[in-house]
């Protein structure tokens, strides 16, 4: 049994893999937990979609995939805050609509002669091809998501728990807001490489909402989905190095599954009270 | 004098004015009902007073930044936070981001639930209180903010009577305290208890003592159609919709 947990680690790729998931699961589920009580799982899905066209166009250039990442995530955020303004639309319409064009439009340029054949690469990541430097970024990224998560606590938490009285507790909500969504992009920046824009969402959401099932109280809930992430993280690249699948998306149904766990485990625990 | 306002006129835009010619001033050791319709400019008197109001015209001047217990169904109720999770949020204010919270405040915090009578439930989840106990958390909180002023929302509205006796003979200690204590109301009868009343409708219809400023007209000006004057004309009683757009 040890050697099944084991061995699938003693090469440096599948090292690299595992570093690479639990420095990206560290900031991932706590944010994850602030996304779901901020009711902001949309904003999460939309950003990691419409950041297709950066990435496609860093892979055009020969440049560096995290810089497309962040500049595609600019123009998103750009974008969904444009269209979720037109009142003519209502604000998730016009999200919708950004979302769509952005991710259409990247995966028109996806389909060009001179993209080389990565589309698959940018859209599920490539968790068993991430580089030490790779790892290196994504910790940095990740480092500074949860120090910043650290320091802003209180203010988020007043922002999202008592929106009219959290200004005369020292707590402005839409400033809080916004720096949420920052961090969410700063997040799915550090994850995209290793899951890819369509996947890291399932790290930043499912871990989120097992936790929030399980814990009583916010800091359980965020260390919680931290320890989440991470063990969807490890299980899926044991099932992925056992059965021969993709690394990604067994990171992503681990996940999944972890979320179907808990509500198991809540159903029996509100039976049993 | 702890609260004073002159003339003011304030709105979210500029020539769109939701509230005009308030003008009123408090002593140390009141309670001042803020007495209205909804959508008559209870909340957005309390906005003012709270710096949330672009102020067009006049002044606001208070003795210290006030304290805000908002309508407990503001609140999420689906956040997961204890009655002293919520209670220590009132010292966040004067607790730098990277510190913990002083031992001196997570006392007072204890102290302050004993006080509002919930010192057993400090563990128990906040959604899981009842309206009226929650009433109590969210005033504990505004208490561990130690401001001399605070303004409160509708405390006694949907509250069990327990709660509301509670948190009323709390009212008459703070006032002893020399604190000043502002409650938006719809209820007239529970704003003559009180020591002053300011009526508003979009503008101040007026200020003073209950005994003296609740008169028939005052009321009607205050109310208009919402208005029912029973039988002898001395008791009026507000027909109040329930909504929160104040």
């Known amino acids: 049994m040890l050697d099944w947990l084991l061995d699938p680690f003693s090469g440096p790729l599948m090292q690299r893999a595992l570093a690479e998931v639990v420095v990206v699961a560290i900031a991932c589920g706590p944010l994850g937990v602030w996304v779901l009580l901020y009711r902001q799982s949309y904003a999460a899905e939309s950003i990691s979609h419409a950041m297709l066209p950066g990435l496609v166009l860093a892979a055009l250039a020969g440049a560096p995939l995290l810089l497309g990442a962040a500049g595609g995530v600019l123009v998103a955020a750009a974008a969904i805050a444009l269209a979720g303004r037109d009142e003519r639309l209502g604000g998730d319409v016009g999200v919708a609509v950004a979302i769509s064009a952005l991710f259409g439009l990247g995966a028109l340029l996806a389909l060009s002669p001179d993209v080389p054949a990565r589309l698959g690469e940018l859209l599920f990541g490539d968790l068993l091809g991430v580089t030490a430097r790779d790892v290196a970024e994504a910790a940095v990224l990740a480092a500074g998501v949860a120090v910043a998560l650290a320091l802003a606590h209180r203010r988020l938490a007043l922002s999202v728990f008592d929106r009219a009285a959290a200004p005369s507790l020292g707590a402005r909500p839409a400033r809080w807001e916004l720096a949420l969504l920052a961090l969410l992009a700063v997040s799915t920046v550090a994850a995209v490489r290793g899951l890819g824009n369509l996947l890291v969402v399932a790290l930043i959401l499912a871990p989120a909402a097992a936790a929030l099932n399980l814990s009583r109280r916010l800091p359980a809930a965020l260390v919680l989905a931290a320890a989440l992430a991470a063990l969807a993280g490890v299980l899926g690249l044991l099932a992925s190095y056992h059965w021969q699948i993709a690394a990604g998306a067994s990171v992503a149904l681990s996940a999944v599954l972890l979320f179907l766990l808990s509500l198991m485990v809540r159903a029996r625990s509100l039976d049993t009270h | ?246």
Request: hydrophobic fraction near 45%; glycine fraction near 10%.
């Open chain 2, 1 to 246: 004098m702890i609260v004073r306002v002159d003339g003011l006129a304030g709105g979210y835009a500029p020539g769109a004015e939701v509230l005009a010619g308030v003008s009123f001033g408090l002593e140390a050791g009141t309670i001042a009902a803020v007495l209205g319709p909804n959508g008559g400019g209870k909340t957005t008197l309390f906005r003012a007073l709270l710096g949330e109001l672009p102020v067009r015209r006049g002044t606001v001047a208070l003795a210290a930044r006030p304290a805000y217990v908002p309508q407990t169904d503001r609140t999420r109720l689906d956040f997961p936070v204890s009655a002293l999770d919520v209670v220590l949020m009132g010292a966040y204010g004067r607790t730098p981001a990277w510190r913990r919270i002083a031992r001196a405040d997570r006392d007072a915090a204890r102290a302050t639930l004993e006080r509002v009578g919930l010192g057993d439930r400090a563990r128990r989840r906040f959604g899981a209180l009842s309206g009226g106990q929650r009433q109590r958390v969210l005033i504990a909180r505004a208490l561990l903010q130690d401001s001399p002023v605070i303004l409160l929302d509708e405390p006694l509205t949907g509250v069990d009577a327990a709660s509301a006796a509670r948190i009323e003979s709390l009212f008459a200690e703070l006032r002893d305290e020399g604190r000043v204590l502002l409650v938006a109301t719809h209820d007239v009868e529970q704003a003559r208890r009180w020591d002053r009343v300011v009526c508003v409708h979009g503008e101040q219809i007026a200020f003073g003592p209950p005994a003296v400023t609740l008169t028939t007209d005052v009321l009607l000006r205050t109310y208009g159609a919402e208005l029912v004057v029973l039988p002898g004309g001395e008791r009026a009683v507000a027909v109040e919709h329930h909504h929160h757009d104040d």
